[in-house]
């Protein structure tokens, strides 16, 4: 069993930052492979980035490729997600999540674990 919570969400003007945080409980964090999907109103759950149990390998979405960077420390059971150059379009709550396959999480697949999910508004 593994439980996800999400931090760091908000309001930011477009060209903006925000540092999405998901802290893990358990001591498995490391054997999961991990990412972060988002849902905005009216459209279906994607993903936008994953990353490998172990933080070798790093899936981007076309559309945050760039902009976003996914990384995990497993020392401290934490699922980071920095989010640069923000856009309206980006605006959606955001969930973490922990899956056993990475290549089911790259392609949107739904994961073992789910967050709660934050929300992340960028203002135009």
């Known amino acids: 069993q593994v439980q996800l919570v999400e931090s760091g969400g908000g309001l930011v003007q477009a060209g903006g930052s925000l540092r999405l945080s998901c802290a893990a409980s358990?001591?498995?964090?490391?054997?999961?492979?991990m990412g972060w999907f988002r849902q905005a109103p009216g459209k279906e759950r994607e993903i936008v980035a994953a990353?490998?149990?172990?933080?070798?390998?790093?899936y981007y979405a076309d559309s945050v490729k760039g902009r976003f960077t996914i990384s995990r420390d497993n020392a401290n059971n934490t699922l980071y997600l920095q989010m640069n150059s923000l856009k309206p379009e980006d605006t959606a709550v955001y969930y973490c999540?922990?899956?056993?396959?990475?290549?089911?999480?790259?392609?949107?697949?739904?994961?073992?674990?789910w967050g709660q999910g934050t929300q992340v508004t960028v203002s135009s």
């Open positions: 999540a922990a899956g056993i396959s990475f290549s089911r999480l790259q392609v949107g697949s739904p994961p073992e674990y």
């Open positions: 358990g001591r498995t964090f490391s054997t999961y492979n």
């Open positions: 990353i490998s149990s172990g933080g070798s390998i790093t």
